[in-house]
């Protein structure tokens, strides 16, 4: 498989254009528009607390955020002409995360470079933690998928989290119309629409209990999805100290960065066949006499639900300065720093150092994915040694994190309700798998980094 068809897919399963009509200039300033209003009212709102047993559930700004920008579209045919959400506007939220992404990107890269020498000491809780990664959607999500008549969607389904190189991997394998293709789609789906939801109201909740070092939660957050890893890191940074939260960032952008690199390889030549060897051996004791899944949408359907236009270099600075401001807003409304002018040359370099990597990227053939060179950007400018790294620290530190995650959250909200026709055609146990599958990546991390880590660091 070459890396072009790793990162695209083959032509069967490769993204179509979408029917609905293009935004237009109007259509994307009515989006930020909403989108900036989504965010300042979820940052209004706050982080909110939700006692649990012995535990507790934070819902954070971001999930507030994601939360209302879904209801935007779902209420849509029944709002005011100002409020709608139609779906050309909610395709261009969707291409629109991605790129915002990207600064998120860029300032966990700046937070990784000034803490490599605490991470490199992580040793080998963080190198084995990739493992829980990759093969934990397996030991989780498999035995529920036999137990619940699942037949081989469920290898589709727990061989990973199922992003877009999971189905391209699978589409080339066995084709999209195959069960195996119909469980990896029936991941995707459930994961873009809820989740990021599931994996911070998770997260939190096991912070909440103090079995787990921070840290080790922190590497379970990265699992591979920016906007999760968004999600399962804010949850778990919420009930830390200040410095404790900070370090929570560190490790969880190390391990997403990890999983984003080599996580297409090692699906592909390990998680997947073993996925394929423990179907053989647990489906004879598990599964034996129980029904099949009900079908899934078409696969051509399902991808274009998910196409997304490309934008050039010009749009895309305009997306990342929008983003960066209403980031600056969160960070004035819930951690109370004004936009001064330190504030704002910090938003600057993290803009800048996103500029940098994608042009990097485009330099280098796009061989290796655009976050990789934001982060390796964002590293360097904070790495101890390199010329003005203490002040760049210092600027960037300024801003929140989760100040940058709450924008990108109502973007993803803005685009789920396109989504959600495919979804209702989905079998309710394929979803129930999908969140094990979710749930088996974060905790079969964190219990692996929690043993290397013993005692604590």
Known sequence: MTSATLATGNPAVAPVPHSAPPAGRTGILILFGLALAVVTLAEAIGNVAIPLGHGKIILLPLLWALLMGGGLGLAAPRLPQALR?????????????Q????????????LVGGSLPKILGAGWALAFQEFGHFFGTMVFGLPVALLLGLKREAIGATFSVGREPSLAIIGERYGMDSPEGRGVLAEYLTGTVFGAVFIAV?????A???????????????VGSGSMMAAAAGAIAAQQTPEMAKEVATFAAASNLITTTIGTYFTLFLSLPFTVWAYGVLEPVLGRGRGRTEAAPEPAKAVTAHAAPAFGLPALVLIWLATASFGLVGNWLTYGTRPDGQVLLGAAIIVGAVVVGEALYRLAGRRLPAVVW???????????????SAEIAAATGRINFLALATPILAFAGLSLAKDFPAFRRLGWRIVV???????????????IAQFWMHPPL
């Open 208 to 222: 909440s209990l103090g079995i787990f070092n921070p840290l080790a939660l922190a590497m379970g957050a990265g």
């Open 99 to 110: 790129p915002a992404l990207l600064l998120f990107v860029a300032k966990l890269g700046l």
């Open 374 to 388: 934001v982060s390796l950007i964002g590293m360097a400018l904070t790495y101890p040694g390199t010329p003005f």
């Open 433 to 447: 798998v999908s969140f094990m599958a979710n749930a088996g990546t974060f905790l079969g991390a964190a219990l």
């Open 85 to 97: 959400l139609p779906v050309s506007l909610q395709h261009a939220a969707g291409a629109i995360l």
């Open 202 to 206: 998770l997260a939190g909740l096991i």
